[in-house]
């Protein structure tokens, strides 16, 4: 029989730490369940209040008021948030002191303790408990103490204590301490006299380290990188995190390579108030060893993004370096060394719900490239929207004022005017659409000519007046078919365009902005050859397209083909010769067709997917463009990728000269097991007959730990540059071994995953044209 034994004291509240959002893979059986007490503890909010009730539960009590209580069998004590359980209890009631021995469970909201036996000061909310088991709640965090001290201040002080993330049993790394406290307040724990063990070896000695017990942001250093490759030697980088305040922190990382010297690398992260961040980056490398001059090599960068208010928006983005090369020869934490362009943008914009206005400056850097583009000094835009103003109609209005500077004063400047008002009708329904649109192209320039266009005279003011009509209307059918034994709703989307856009001369108009755009089947349907309106093209012409898709039972997209093609009625007479981009320079060819664009994705069958795209001259019957991927995904982190690619009379900006790419690759991501992952690359040049990049990745990963091998092979790009000439001991290709460990729970940079596996490398993984599993 249980005897129930009420009593008010009162009691401090007690210790909370906020719990960790992330919760281990329970395929790796890292969930560690602590006792608990009897009976079932309650999930019932706790209310503060100076006097709280205990209640305590047992088989078997003797007491008398005001003095010593003793209970036996299966005690229960609970108070607030508070729960204890043991064999054996005494409560001396003048005293306020509970002493508990006998398969004891202490618990609260932070911790859950087991023990040999407690001591409670119910006066000053403390307590102790000696031979103690703790795990901390949302956490992997558990381990052993000799004592354990409950604090007034509600803080833990352990003694000749352990800890460790990973299962009981499992001693793959266990950090020992002769002391660790733990403060509820601030979330984190100080450690005197610390060993790391890995595998029962101690293998560092720490006199003094803090660590997190939860999610909160604590200062230390993070785990080391270490690399070696052919450029820069071995490689090791030792980050240290410096939690500055709530709105600021800052990670510095001195990374050593033996064959260039110490790069410096800083990583500085603001709030600025609740919807405005950005980051500062500066790194540095003095005398690189591996330059003749031994140059020094820097880089300065600067983001800033956010919302003053409901209506503006504020944007910066600023990043330059020392020269052409950095991103080639060095790790930055800012591009990759595929990145050949810097975009230094500053914004303002004001939003309404039928208006905006913007307010920009822009300077775009490009790497590798002797001319420079155009600044943007600055650009202001006005874009009026007025929905069903008239019986159905839309209308729109779009303005632009830009003012175009160089670097170079040999070369013109130009402030350009837009106006571009719309008027257009909607039809939308269920059966299809139809959308009539009527546009005026009202663009001014005042241009100062400083003689660089030798073949090209502009005239100092320019208007140019277009017309431009556009017709575009769809048509949805639907059935419901079977395939292979499968059903499915078939859908046959069939479009047309008619574009016309009135002819005017424009060899007058300098080229500040525009290029030529990439086509695809998309693109057939757009009302533009270029991008930017320094040109645009006259046209009168058909768009006639047509797509497919099938819908499996649960209206999931399993097939999707497009294709289509432009009819020019009339050639067109504008094209582009621009001297600073010579890719851009592009003129119309006497043609009745465009190029035919067709786009395939399907699920071949189970897990099998395949995409494509291919750009055909019917005229010529030559293949303009085409790319091929075919995946096998059958479950989570499972990956088997074939790809091809064809890109002809692509520039190659360090020669001037065309090129002809073709390549093929593959992609492989597959679990060993459940806890040992396999990623490679291979990509290989079919023109030059050589591989461009070979990347292997071996990966493993516990509940408490993780590491990562891999090795990477792949082509680099050399510019030549003014600042530090391409030299004889620049390699055409680069090869290194990584190293990445983490241990969980002691501040690492957090799980290594396998996606990121995927995109370390020069060609990202993609999915089939966005096909869903």
Same mark, same amino acid.
């Not at 999610?215 to 939690?243: I, M, Q």
């Given at each position: 029989m249980q005897i129930r034994y009420l009593l008010a004291l009162s009691l401090l509240p007690q210790l909370v730490l906020a719990e960790e959002t992330t919760t281990p893979d329970a395929n790796m059986q890292c969930i560690v369940e602590p006792p608990v007490p009897r009976p079932a503890i309650s999930d019932s909010d706790e209310t503060e209040i100076a006097l709280q009730e205990i209640q305590i539960i047992s088989n078997?009590?003797?007491?008398?008021?005001?003095?010593?209580?003793?209970?036996?069998?299966?005690?229960?004590?609970?108070?607030?948030?508070?729960?204890?359980?043991?064999?054996? !209890?005494?409560?001396?009631?003048?005293?306020?002191?509970?002493?508990a021995n006998g398969n004891l469970v202490f618990q609260d909201q932070m911790i859950t303790i087991t023990a040999d036996s407690l001591v409670a000061e119910m006066r000053n909310n403390s307590a102790s408990l000696w031979g103690a088991q703790y795990w901390l709640h949302g956490q992997q965090i558990h381990g052993d103490a000799e004592k354990l001290e409950i604090t007034p201040d509600n803080n833990l002080h352990l003694t000749k204590t352990n800890f460790t993330t990973c299962p009981p049993g499992d001693t793959s790394w266990l950090l020992e301490a002769e002391t660790i406290k733990i403060d509820s307040t601030e979330e984190w724990g100080e450690l005197w006299d610390a060993k790391l063990r890995i595998g029962d070896v101690p293998v560092f000695y720490i006199p003094y380290m803090t660590i997190p017990?939860?999610?909160?942001?604590?200062?230390?250093? %993070?785990?080391? @990188?270490?690399? &070696?490759?052919?450029?820069?030697?071995?490689?090791?980088?030792? *980050?240290?995190?410096?939690?500055?305040?709530?709105?600021y922190d800052l990670t510095l990382t001195p990374h050593y390579m033996s064959s260039r010297g110490l790069f410096l690398k800083s990583d500085f992260r603001y709030l600025a108030g609740d919807a405005q961040q950005g980051q500062i980056n500066v790194e540095y490398l003095g005398n690189d060893d591996m %330059?003749?001059?031994?140059?020094?090599?820097?880089?300065?960068?600067?983001?800033h993004r956010g919302a003053i208010n409901e209506n503006w928006r504020v944007l910066a983005n600023f990043t330059d370096v020392s020269d052409n090369n950095y991103f080639n020869d060095l790790k930055s934490e800012v591009q990759r060394a595929t990145d050949n362009q810097m975009s230094r943008i500053g914004e303002i914009s004001y939003f309404e719900q039928n208006w905006d206005f913007t307010a920009r400056v822009q300077d775009i850097k490009v790497l590798g490239e002797e001319?420079?583009?155009?600044?943007?000094? *600055?650009?202001?835009?006005?874009?009026?929207? !007025?929905?069903?103003?008239?019986?159905?109609?839309?209308?729109?209005? %779009?303005?632009?004022v830009s003012n175009f500077e160089h670097d170079d004063n040999e070369y013109s400047t130009a402030t350009r005017l837009h106006i571009e008002p719309t008027v257009s009708y909607p039809i939308h329904g269920p059966a299809g659409s139809l959308t009539s649109e009527v546009k005026l192209l009202q663009t001014y320039y005042w241009q100062n000519d400083n003689g660089f266009e030798a073949n090209q005279e502009l005239a100092s003011s320019v208007s140019r007046t277009l017309p431009q009509v556009r017709l575009h209307g769809q048509?949805?059918?639907?059935?419901?078919?079977?395939?292979?034994?499968?059903?499915?709703?078939?859908?046959?989307?069939?479009?047309?365009?008619?574009?016309?856009?009135?002819?005017?001369?424009?060899?007058?108009i300098g080229i500040y902005d525009t290029a030529k755009i990439q086509e695809d089947y998309f693109g057939l349907f757009r009302d533009r050859r270029f991008s930017g309106i320094d040109r645009i093209a006259d046209a009168n012409q058909f768009t006639l397209g047509l797509t497919t898709r099938l819908f499996d039972d649960h209206n999931v997209e399993t097939f999707r083909f497009s294709l289509g093609q432009i009819y020019y009625l009339e050639d067109?007479?504008?094209?582009?010769?621009?001297?600073?981009?010579?890719?851009?320079?592009? &003129?119309?060819?006497? &043609?009745?067709?465009?190029?035919?664009?067709?786009?395939l994705s399907t699920k071949l069958y189970k897990d099998w997917y395949m995409s494509g795209a291919i750009q055909y001259d019917t005229k010529q019957s030559d293949n303009k463009k085409s790319e091929v991927t075919l995946d096998f995904r059958p479950g989570a982190n499972k990956l088997l990728q074939f790809s091809y690619r064809y890109v002809p009379d692509l520039l190659n900006t360090n020669t001037n000269e065309s090129v002809n790419i073709s390549q093929t690759g593959m992609r492989a991501a597959w679990p060993i097991n459940d806890n040992w992952y396999l990623v490679?690359?291979?990509?290989?040049?079919?023109?030059?007959?050589?591989?461009?990049? &070979?990347?292997?990745?071996?990966?493993?990963?516990?509940?408490?730990?993780?590491?990562?091998?891999?090795?990477?092979?792949?082509?680099?790009?050399?510019?030549?540059?003014?600042?530090?000439?391409?030299?004889?001991?620049?390699? @055409?290709?680069e090869s290194g071994l990584y190293l990445n460990f983490v241990i969980k729970g002691l501040g690492g940079s957090g799980p290594l995953g396998v996606s990121d596996m995927l995109n370390d490398g020069l060609f990202n993984y993609r999915k089939p044209l966005y096909l869903k599993n």
């Open positions: 078997r009590s003797e007491a008398e008021m005001g003095k010593q209580a003793r209970f036996n069998g299966d005690v229960s004590f609970s108070q607030g948030g508070r729960h204890i359980a043991a064999d054996e !209890a005494i409560l001396d009631q003048g005293e306020e002191r509970l002493d017990v939860s999610d909160k942001r604590k200062s230390g250093f %993070l785990f080391p @990188l270490l690399s &070696t490759s052919t450029t820069n030697g071995v490689e090791v980088a030792t *980050p240290y995190y410096w939690n500055i305040s709530p709105e %330059l003749s001059d031994s140059q020094d090599r820097y880089l300065y960068h600067w983001e001319e420079k583009p155009y600044q943007v000094m *600055p650009q202001v835009g006005l874009n009026y929207r !007025a929905p069903d103003f008239w019986n159905g109609l839309d209308f729109s209005l %779009l303005s632009e048509i949805n059918f639907e059935r419901f078919t079977s395939y292979f034994n499968e059903n499915y709703r078939q859908t046959l989307e069939p479009q047309f365009q008619y574009l016309y856009v009135g002819y005017e001369d424009q060899d007058d067109s007479k504008v094209g582009i010769s621009d001297p600073i981009n010579p890719i851009n320079n592009l &003129t119309q060819e006497n &043609t009745s067709n465009s190029v035919l664009a067709a786009e490679g690359n291979w990509y290989y040049d079919l023109n030059e007959s050589r591989s461009v990049e &070979t990347y292997t990745g071996f990966q493993y990963e516990s509940c408490c730990w993780a590491v990562r091998l891999s090795y990477h092979y792949r082509i680099k790009t050399n510019y030549e540059d003014d600042f530090n000439p391409v030299q004889d001991n620049r390699e @055409l290709f």
